[in-house]
């Protein structure tokens, strides 16, 4: 992938119009390139838009905690700059996940306003960003309860559950969803307060990814629906793949075996990257359901990319 394309793909990422959970995986895109001016502007458009409940970058309300996603920019930026307010709006941001978030009996947060259902892409906005707010025995708990709804016999994660009628109301397993776990998981690692965990954390990942991988297609890419041949194929599954298998490899908890596997995701998803630095086919923003564009896409392209310089890195 030449430099020029990507290049495209940040101007095609920085373009889109995006809510708090895509704001937060671009900053996460910008954190790993070492963008010190994106991660700045990117942190503080956080607080500016934060709601008065605490949500960083809560735009429409209607995401309860998506908002995770944007803990480690403004935690990041509050660390280099010493910055009050930054770390004011951490606390805020704490408080409603302490607190303030709709949740389950078990404590299990739930994921939008209106409903009371418990999604797969919420691993990615909360364990990270509990980890990160120091609070690990929430982070597990939200783990726990998460994988105890969605996770099926055969590893794979369903999409969403519904807590009055204790029911799979979105049972298949949802390509994005099941990239929304390992790449959390992967990122969660990182996290200095995830020390104690790292082994648990390590092994939740790396079952996801195995049980993603029996489903992969001869061109390197997924179906949307990871064991249905008959939805439409995506790339985006391919990258969060590398990204957590590539992170994995860099962070040593996945062996230099594994290096081959992640390139050759990467590789997958970045052959359908076009001119305009578009990744696709992806499932298209902004309700997911058929082939489009996405600016989590764009951001998985670019931390897949960032991850495997790292496993390049060590030589």
Do not use: I, K
Request: with cysteine; glycine share 10%.
């Amino acid at each position: 992938m030449t430099a020029t394309r990507e290049g495209a793909v940040w101007t095609a990422l920085l373009a889109m119009q995006r809510l708090s959970w895509e704001q937060g995986v671009v900053a996460h895109a910008a954190l790993d390139h070492a963008r010190g001016d994106l991660v700045a502007a990117l942190a503080d458009d956080a607080v500016v838009r934060q709601d008065a409940q605490g949500r960083l970058g809560e735009v429409d309300g209607g995401g309860l905690v998506n908002c995770g996603a944007l803990v480690e920019v403004v935690a990041v930026e509050a660390a280099r700059t010493g910055r009050v307010d930054l770390a004011a709006a951490l606390a805020r941001q704490a408080a409603w996940f302490d607190a303030g978030c709709p949740r389950a009996a078990d404590g299990t947060l739930l994921h939008l306003a209106g409903s009371a259902q418990v999604w797969t892409d919420s691993v990615y906005m909360l364990v990270p960003a509990l980890l990160r707010l120091d609070r690990a025995d929430a982070a597990l708990v939200q783990l726990a309860g998460h994988r105890s709804r969605l996770r099926g016999d055969d590893g794979l994660w369903a999409a969403r559950w519904d807590e009055p009628t204790a029911t799979l109301v979105a049972p298949q397993r949802w390509g994005t969803g099941n990239g929304w776990v390992a790449a959390g998981l992967a990122r969660a690692w990182r996290e200095r307060a995830a020390a104690p965990h790292r082994a648990a954390l390590a092994a939740e990942a790396t079952a996801v990814v195995t049980a993603c991988l029996a489903h992969r297609r001869a061109d390197g890419l997924f179906h949307d629906v990871v064991d249905d041949p008959g939805s439409f194929v995506e790339a985006n599954l391919a990258q969060m793949l590398a990204y957590a298998v590539l992170t994995g490899v860099a962070d040593g908890w996945l062996d230099a075996g594994w290096a081959d596997v992640g390139r050759d995701l990467r590789a997958a998803a970045a052959r359908g990257v076009d001119a305009d630095g578009l990744v696709r086919p992806v499932a298209g923003a902004p309700h997911f359901d058929r082939p489009g564009r996405s600016a989590e896409a764009q951001a998985f392209f670019l931390l897949a990319l960032a991850a495997e310089r790292r496993v390049d890195a060590l030589g």
